[in-house]
């Protein structure tokens, strides 16, 4: 369990993270989600004790991070970069961290095959692809096969098929009654992975709803309309709570009226409709538009 | 997925937890997984042990005068084989900063201090390591210097026994392993290469320099016998000059290990990694 209280965190004038506070359970995986600069890898950083909050607090499993008599074995985190020494093998990498703590170095070869490695263990972890430093920080992360797991934008740089394997991986590890918390800034991926989402945006709090009502309160539909008298139609549905975005020429997209509206009026009007499709957007739409107003916060906080 | 959820040893799980003797234990581990550290700790015996060596054939042929001591003009017999140790100073002190400073360059710092997240313990457990092998291949690089040197030598060859001569040879492995944990910290505390290897550099061997052509002689020296460098070299010299002595040269040199070693502390633990 990972708990979050009014978490703060400035650097200079810039509020990376701005009053978090939420909770993260064990047994379901938890999307943290954010367009980048949202303020996810810094409030992860916090969480592990590697950036100082400006104020606020943030626990695992009841107590700070770094309280812990073994901390590995509380927490194992994957951070965005590579953290790893370039000249050194993933082998011994491993092998070091596991010391600190005391875990025996047979679990150093068994998390190395679990992550798929051990052609490449002894090999520089400076030569790794992308993937292959994924996949070193996972193996790194599970070290001490801990109660929580902090995953930092882990399918960056992994390919299809080690993006399947790491969902898997932590849908197993969540169904074995661990927390798992797993940044993205992709909607898309966290429907496919988690059962429910903390979504900030500049550094703030936007919701904490599970997928299934996120999805739900998604979709929202819009219809969209094609007449070859579309300015008049635009002009005719026109009113409180009906927004239009013009497509292209001689369409348009409504939200805020049905289908079954739109025909009937049409209808009276004498206006004839070429096309009226029923639309529901993306995830990514969704998520867009839930991040809108802390991204348009954005630009006017820069202009001022 | 039962791969991942299973304990993680069948029967009998260790204690898990982190103490001091195994954050020592992970940076010897660290330190040995490095080509480059083990290439650096070569070239620094190579170069404590070279540099000796020809200064003594050279001072040997030359007929230097005989006994140990300062002879104006030349080195005497333990000074020049023990010619190296301003040399190896610069690569032992390489070496110190490459320790830490390459934590945060690649950023394995930050897998470091989720292993130890209470910190200090992983600026100890690196100072104790870097301490250990630098002390002892130090030792075994001054002290093969000085047999190997004597014997170039022959004629009016220093012996151990001779005053002043072990203190010379031990203080040269100290001085030697004081310049490497000096330049560890550096690196904690700049958290750069670059930064903490001009800054040791500066300090080391140009300070020493610079203070002696800008003060006024008349109170230049008295500054000057306090700099790391000549603090040190006071510890090593096989007899006492106009400066500090040997024990105090060794305190003031160690005051400035300890104090650069404090302020790499309070950084690790006040600062964001
Ligand atoms: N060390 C730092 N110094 C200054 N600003 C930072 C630092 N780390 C992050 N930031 C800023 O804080 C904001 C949040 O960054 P980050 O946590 O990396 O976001 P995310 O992971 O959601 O993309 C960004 O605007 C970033 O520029
Ligand atoms: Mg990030």
Known sequence: MIEVHELTKRYGAKTAVDSLTFTVRPGIVTGFLGPNGAGKSTTMRMILGLDRPTSGTATINGRPYAEHTAPLRQAGALLDAKAVHTGRSAYH????????????????DEVIDLVGLHEVARKRAGAFSLGMGQRLGIASALLADPEVLILDEPVNGLDPEGILWIR???????AGGRTVFVSSHLMSEM??????????????????????DFIERAALESVLVRSPRAVELHDLLAGPGVTMLSVERGAFEVTGLAADQIGDRAATAGIALHELTVRRPSLEAAFMELTRDAVEYQTVGAAA | MSTVTRPIVSAAPPRLRVTQARVIHSEWIKFWSLRSTVITLAVAVTLMIGIGLLASSMSGSGAAPAGPGPNPGDLGPVDASLAGLTFAQLAFGTLGVLFMASEYSTGMIRSSLTAVPKRLPLLWGKIAVFAAVALVTGLAASAIAFT???????????????????????????????????????GALLRSTPAAISTLFGVMFLLSGVAQLLLPDSWGDRVVQYLPSDAGGAFTAVSVGDGLGPWAGLAVFLGYVVAVVGGAAWRLRRFDA
């Open chain 1, 93 to 108: 990498h491993l092998l070091a961290m596991a010391a600190t703590t005391g875990v025996p170095r047979a679990r150093v």
């Open chain 1, 168 to 174: 898997g991986l932590m849908q197993g590890l969540a």
């Open chain 1, 191 to 212: 429907a496919l992975t988690a059962q429910h989402l903390v979504v900030v945006g500049r550094g703030r709090l936007i919701a904490d709803v599970s997928v299934a």
């Open chain 2, 148 to 186: 190997g040197g004597q014997a170039l030598i022959g004629d009016g060859a220093a012996s151990w026994t001779d005053p002043g001569v072990a203190r010379a040879v031990i203080g040269s492995a100290v001085i030697l392993a004081g310049s490497g944990v000096l330049g560890l910290a550096l």
